[in-house]
């Protein structure tokens, strides 16, 4: 076990087991009951496995347990990084765990991955991949992250071809919301693009990878970084001038658009200089079987200068996007410490499942309170996170958009590719 890396407050309790309101409270008149042994909680036996148990210590040390996390197979892999399927060894959830080689990063790269962290967990919507856990050991950083077993946008067409008209709003409004969202938060995501939208489910996205995003501190900020991906980057930031956050964002969402309803990309080249001339020089060319609303969208988007360009909330009430119901509640962000369950219980409805989920794996008030100002870097924001998450989850918060209709449109009737959604994904259909 890596000697720095975050444990559970480990003391464990002579008495009976201690529920998470009265942790400490002993019952004086029940001695008898305290001097007979018990059984250990689960809590309380992974972490005495994790001290004792020659097995699980070989596991920790060869890397197929991190913390309180069974690693399995390798998932994918980034420019510092590998990313690890795992799984939750008392709440068995399935997790990414993203593992960072500290002795390769410098200074910048530093920098961008705490930002990364701090900006994650200031961020709590359903189309944002949560960030449960941060661990750390001398060489490497272990981001825990909710796991998206459907694989990237730009594989799916890759494999598939594109989305169908009714699939691309599915998941456009999906994005809008997300990015709407962070940009109400002062966040820059300034990295949209479609290996960076994940599926964790067929049709349910979550955007991932804030590596390069950045937090600013009004709307009109301007910023100086080139950051993301040319193909999806705006006119603005291949002339090296200042430039402002938000219409950054709304240009490669109007990217992803036109390669989610086309399957290409609006601006191709083989090399980046070419790429530039053809990004400045603004000219791309939108098949004509894209449904004219959505058309209409793509040239709002995509229009060279950043104050012409389509605001978010223009795009939320576009033509193209009215039959889609995008209005979801948001998780609350205060939920994401687990302080809130030792306050009374009155305020949020997932508060009592939550408690109990925790109280059978022997997460006491006294966990809570010891690992208290550690955010992400304690075990215990992990395994609350993760069990917030499902009961949020087996709850609806993540269920898709609804749609109230569907556009007639003539030449292609959409509604055969209605029919075939449906059997892939469960829609809910108002009309
Ligand atoms: P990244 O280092 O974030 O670019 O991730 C590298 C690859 O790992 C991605 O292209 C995905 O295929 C995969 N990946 C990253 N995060 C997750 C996740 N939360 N769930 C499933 N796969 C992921």
């Not at 480990?10 to 009265?22: A, F, G, K, M, Q």
């Not at 988007?301 to 948001?330: F, H, Y």
């Not at 709850?395 to 055969?416: F, H, M, N, Q, Y």
Request: hydrophobic share 35%; with cysteine; aromatic share 8%.
């Amino acid at each position: 076990m890596p000697s720095s890396m975050n444990l559970v407050s480990t003391r464990v309790p002579r008495h009976s087991l201690y529920s998470l309101s009265d942790s400490s409270d002993s019952d004086p008149d029940n001695e008898e009951e305290q001097d007979s042994p018990r059984r250990l909680t689960p809590l309380e036996k992974l972490t005495l496995d994790m001290c004792h148990d020659e097995k699980t210590i070989k596991e920790l040390n060869v890397g197929r347990r991190v913390g309180f996390y069974k690693v399995c197979g390798e998932i994918g892999c980034g420019n510092f990084s590998k990313v690890k399927l795992a799984f939750h060894a008392l709440t068995k959830d399935k997790v990414a765990v993203k593992v960072v080689d500290k002795m390769r990063l410098d200074l910048s790269t530093q920098r961008m991955l705490s930002r990364e962290i701090s900006i994650m967990e200031s961020l709590h919507h359903p189309n944002i991949l949560w960030l449960y856990e941060v661990l750390e050991a001398p060489s490497r950083l272990y981001l825990v992250l909710e796991y998206a077993g459907g694989g990237d946008l730009h594989a799916r067409i890759s494999s598939e071809g594109k989305l169908s008209d009714l699939e691309s709003k599915l998941v456009f409004a999906q994005i809008m919301s997300a990015v709407k969202y962070m940009h109400d938060s002062n966040i820059i995501h300034r990295d949209l693009k479609a290996e960076n939208i994940l599926f964790t489910s067929y049709s349910c996205v979550k955007v991932a990878d804030f590596g390069f995003s950045t937090k600013i501190s009004s709307r009109s900020q301007m910023l100086d970084t080139f950051c993301g991906s040319p193909p999806y980057a705006a006119p603005e930031l291949f002339k090296d001038e200042a430039y402002m956050g938000p219409p950054v964002d709304v240009w490669a969402m109007g990217v992803l658009l036109f390669f989610m309803v086309t399957g290409s990309m609006p601006f191709r080249a083989d090399t980046v200089p070419k790429l530039r001339r053809c990004v400045l020089q603004g000219v791309y060319v939108i098949p004509t079987w894209v449904s004219a609303p959505c058309q209409r969208l793509i040239r709002g988007i995509l229009k060279p200068e950043p104050t012409e360009r389509c605001a978010l909330d223009q795009m939320l009430g576009c033509e193209w996007l009215l039959p889609v119901e995008t209005l979801r509640s948001n998780p609350h962000f205060y939920q994401l410490n687990p302080v809130q369950l030792l306050k009374v219980r009155s305020g949020w409805a997932e508060q009592e499942e939550v408690h109990a989920a925790l109280q059978k794996l022997g997460v006491t008030k006294e966990h809570i309170l010891n690992n208290q100002g550690k955010n992400s870097r304690s075990p215990i924001t992990g395994i609350y996170r993760i069990v917030l998450h499902r009961i949020q989850r087996n709850k609806g918060a993540e269920c898709l958009p609804s749609i109230t209709g569907v556009v007639r449109d003539p030449k292609r009737d959409s509604l055969r590719a209605y029919r075939n959604l449906r059997h892939t994904s469960k829609l809910c259909v108002l009309s």
